[in-house]
């Protein structure tokens, strides 16, 4: 393209050297009019043309080639500046000729009027130059802005991707969905700072002609985010379950190992089994009452070892062993008292049928005894 863009400069000086030795030639001929004409014609076909060039936003690589193709008429205004120094040259020899006279003054209002058409060229020139190196520098920052947020975005979500075992225990359960939070956190900030950069990239797209690199990278942008925003929310509700389940389970394992203690302590204090009627009813009852009890915490157990088991699949491997550790205690606490309970039971039984006997066959006696 560098190369294109060289040959076609030396091509235009070339034609343009041609050109002012051809206007000096005629000028040398008397030919000062219409030189002066054609080349105030030449002028304002090239304002028409800087009139028709209305930069406006594209993609970068639009615009660095509209850029090049300014450049070229660019340099071909900038190759006329000999024609204008010439027709000056020319003018003035003259009014120099011709001092003095309406002629004189008539040619250097002419030339007024061409120097400050010239001028008004080349502002114009470098006025619609400023502005398309203006619209290409703004795409480059924008352009670059758009992927330096889809990296970051590329880079959040490589971090939310890796699958990582949750927390079994309460501290570590927090402490994951705590680290979690300065990440999800991150994220949330850049919120208005994505969102403005979507909209500045449809109003930008509204603006443009051609700008198929901006919508491609615009779209990546806003389906990116979204994808992001939604991975964020699954990963911290994910986290959020799994601390609730966590102190769910640690609370009622702490709730059913204090029944159990107590459970524990009450088989271990309990009286030997009465041989008198009334003592051995009241105590039977009382151990009804804790069989009951112990039914309604059976069911209190199952589902302890269910919220267990299913702590165990999930969770990090060093939470597994300890949660593990805890069911297994506990299981072999409550298997313990159930086998007391079972063993108080019988005793009971056979406590009381060896009082009921003794006192039946203590009434019969007496009976006799009384007949």
Not at 32 to 56: A, C, G, H, V
Not at 130 to 149: C, G, I, T, V
Not at 325 to 348: D, F, G, I, M, P
């Amino acid at each position: 393209m560098n190369e294109v863009n060289h040959r076609w400069d030396d091509l235009s000086k070339a034609i343009a050297n041609r050109q002012a030795e051809l206007e000096n030639a005629l000028l040398k001929l008397g030919q000062f009019e219409q030189s002066l004409n054609d080349f105030l014609e030449w002028m304002t076909r090239t304002e028409r043309t800087l009139d028709e060039i209305k930069p406006t936003f594209s993609d970068p690589q639009v615009l660095e080639i509209e850029l090049s193709k300014f450049k070229v008429l660019e340099n071909d205004i900038y190759a006329h500046q000999s024609i204008v120094d010439t027709l000056n040259s020319a003018g003035k020899m003259l009014i120099d000729n011709e001092r003095g006279t309406e002629n004189a003054r008539a040619t250097q209002n002419k030339l007024n009027k061409l120097n400050s058409r010239w001028q008004q060229l080349l502002d114009k020139t470098e006025q619609r130059k400023r502005e398309l190196e203006e619209l290409l520098k703004e795409a480059h920052s924008f352009n670059q802005e758009l992927l330096d947020m889809i990296s970051w975005i590329n880079d959040m979500d490589n971090e939310l991707s890796v699958s990582k075992p949750v927390g079994g225990l309460p501290e570590t359960a927090r402490e994951q969905l705590n680290r979690f939070m300065e990440l999800y956190q991150e994220i949330d900030s850049n919120r208005f700072r994505i969102d403005s950069l979507i909209d500045r990239g449809n109003d930008y797209i509204k603006r443009s002609k051609e700008a198929p690199t901006l919508q491609h990278n615009v779209k990546t942008l806003k389906t990116k985010w979204e994808n992001l925003l939604a991975k964020a929310n699954d990963k911290k509700i994910k986290l959020e379950i799994a601390l609730a389940e966590a102190i769910d389970f640690h609370d009622s394992f702490n709730k059913f190992v204090e029944w159990l203690t107590e459970a524990e302590k009450y088989l271990n204090n309990l009286q030997p089994v009465s041989r008198v009627i009334d003592r051995i009813t009241k105590q039977i009852e009382e151990h009804k009452n804790f069989q009951k009890d112990l039914g309604n915490h059976r069911e209190t157990m199952m589902e302890l070892d269910k919220k267990g088991t299913h702590l165990k699949y999930f969770s990090q491997k060093q939470d597994v062993i300890l949660i593990k550790n805890l069911l297994v205690n506990v299981q072999h606490r409550w298997e313990k008292v159930l086998a007391k309970t079972a063993e108080r039971s019988r005793n009971l039984d056979y406590g009381f049928r060896e009082t009921k006997e003794f006192y039946d066959a203590w009434n019969d006696l007496m009976n006799w005894l009384n007949d």
